[in-house]
T-cell receptor, first 116, second 111 residues
Framework: DAGVIQSPRHEVTEMGQEVTLRCKPI?????LFWYRQTMMRGLELLIY????????DSGMPEDRFSAKMPNASFSTLKIQPSEPRDSAVYFC??????????????FGEGSRLTVL | KNQVEQSPQSLIILEGKNCTLQ??????????LRWYKQDTGRGPVSLTI?????NTKSNRRYTATLDADTKQSSLHITASQLSDSASYIC??????????FGAGTQVVVTP
């Protein structure tokens, strides 16, 4: 059974360019999370979707970040324009149940973003 | 202040030896606590979940403990193997569903 699939695995771009990260959650999971991981701050929640609806986007750094989940099997995280401080590993995770459940988070392999 | 504190930040152990990682939390009201293992370049994977009523749980060579009164958890690795080299992250969930992540403990197992 396929796990959470993220693409691209690696992205190197120049400051000011648009970056789009993609995620396919595990089939049947109704919750999807985008996290950012850096050495300094560890894992930080950016946004959480439940049944394709954004529930908590308080972690989204600023207006340059946006996320969508047009259907149950696909989500995107977009950064426009990108800045060097956005360099990090971005993880997508999915789970059964909402935040109030005890569901295990299943993480993708991550997208390593480097903004020059 | 982070509501989940892990110690040590990193440790190096010889293959075959045991080690214990600590997680102290202030998250309240408490729902559950998970230990995740994150291999280099990979996403975190859940090792075990501890709920309020559980004190000890084992998963192969990993044994987790929970003291809900003192709000402390530990992860003990027995007879470490090279494949245990990873970051171990403690994640605490509140009853309202919010997840708090620890900064992780980086474990290096040397031959």
């Amino acid at each position: 059974d396929a796990g959470v699939i993220q693409s691209p695995r690696h992205e190197v771009t120049e400051m000011g360019q648009e970056v789009t990260l993609r995620c396919k959650p595990i089939s049947g999971h109704n919750s999807l999370f985008w996290y950012r991981q850096t050495m300094m701050r560890g894992l930080e929640l950016l946004i959480y979707f439940n049944n394709n609806v954004p529930i908590d986007d308080s972690g989204m750094p600023e207006d340059r970040f946006s996320a969508k989940m047009p259907n149950a099997s696909f989500s995107t995280l977009k950064i426009q324009p990108s800045e060097p401080r956005d360099s990090a590993v971005y993880f997508c995770a999915s789970s059964l149940g909402g935040l109030t459940g005890a569901g295990e988070l299943f993480f993708g392999e991550g997208s390593r973003l480097t903004v020059l | 202040k982070n509501q989940v504190e892990q110690s040590p930040q990193s440790l190096i152990i010889l293959e075959g030896k045991n080690c214990t990682l600590q997680c102290n939390y202030t998250v309240s009201p408490f729902s559950n606590l998970r230990w995740y293992k994150q291999d280099t370049g990979r996403g975190p994977v859940s090792l075990t979940i501890m709920t309020f009523s559980e004190n000890t749980k084992s998963n192969r060579r990993y044994t987790a403990t929970l003291d809900a009164d003192t709000k402390q958890s530990s992860l003990h690795i027995t007879a470490s193997q090279l494949s245990d080299s990873a970051s171990y992250i403690c994640v605490v969930r509140s009853l309202w569903g919010k997840l708090q992540f620890g900064a992780g403990t980086q474990v290096v197992v040397t031959p």
